[in-house]
């Protein structure tokens, strides 16, 4: 494999096999990994960082297991590094996003967030470090994407996708979703959700749900997803958002 490392990569995709050779893209249930990720993936990053200087675009896929903060440090020297898309099994957690935060040139971002206990414990900050940002897609349970949205700066965000797993009840995401909707640009264009969510409650309408968005003006995409709850979707809501948007 490093043989095919050329300086003139401008992208990379790594996809590892999975034991039932499937691929997913998108996953509704808590990440909770077992292990590190294995240490050859972490040699393979630090060649990466060290021979592909015109690199644009890392993808990896399939890759189970919690991501070093260290690994994505060798990257930092790669200024034409503007896309970083980490499949949904790898696990991000605060140091890493403080990594990431470091990349000044970084444009997408794909991550599956999983803070660790002493991560909660501590106050988060990631400082400016998204500010030039255009599209952001987390993974994660409702607590930690809330968190770390809360921490940071989103200027420039364009496109916004949120899976957001084990959500306890209606009521709770529609508090959650507001305090991210109020950290980031009302400008946004783009916008898909996933939400998996408890059973056992009352059907609302699907406008309440997401009711901060509703405003919006820019919005030109619009999805959502929900697993195990079902919105209500009558006249009235398909009228709001004919008006919204």
């Known amino acids: 494999l490093t043989l095919l490392l050329s ?3 401008r992208t990379v995709v790594l996809s590892f096999s999975r034991a039932n050779g499937t691929m997913r893209h998108r996953r509704l249930q808590p990440l909770i990994p077992a292990s590190p990720i294995p240490t050859h993936f972490e040699a393979l990053v630090q060649l990466i960082g060290s021979t592909l200087p015109h690199l644009t675009r890392l993808q990896v896929l399939n890759l189970p297991g919690s991501l070093p903060s260290h690994c994505m440090s060798y990257l930092t020297r790669l200024h034409q590094l503007h896309r970083i898309e980490l499949g949904i099994d790898t696990a991000a957690d605060y140091h890493v ?3 990431l935060s470091r990349f000044p040139s970084l444009r997408t971002l794909s991550v599956a967030v999983v803070l660790r206990e ?3 414990e501590q106050e988060l ?3 400016p470090g998204f500010l030039g940002l255009e599209e952001l897609h987390l993974n994660g ?3 930690d994407l809330v968190a770390v949205i809360q921490v940071s700066s989103f200027l420039a965000l364009r496109s916004l996708s949120l899976e957001i797993c084990t959500v306890d009840s209606p009521d709770a995401f529609m508090d959650d979703f507001a305090v991210i909707c109020s950290r980031v640009p009302k400008s946004i264009s783009k916008i898909d959700l996933a939400v998996s969510m408890n059973y056992g409650f009352e059907p609302i309408s699907l406008t309440t749900l997401v009711k901060p968005v ?9 999805k959502v997803q929900t697993d195990n709850y079902a919105p209500i979707l009558d006249n009235d809501d398909l009228r709001s958002f004919a008006e919204a948007w």
Not at 214 to 222: D, E, H, K
């Open 118 to 120: 002493e991560d909660r």
């Open 141 to 143: 349970r409702a607590e």
């Open 125 to 127: 900050d990631l400082g």
């Open 7 to 9: 300086p003139s990569l």
């Open 97 to 99: 996003l403080q990594c």
């Open 214 to 222: 509703l405003s919006w003006g820019a919005v030109t995409v619009f």
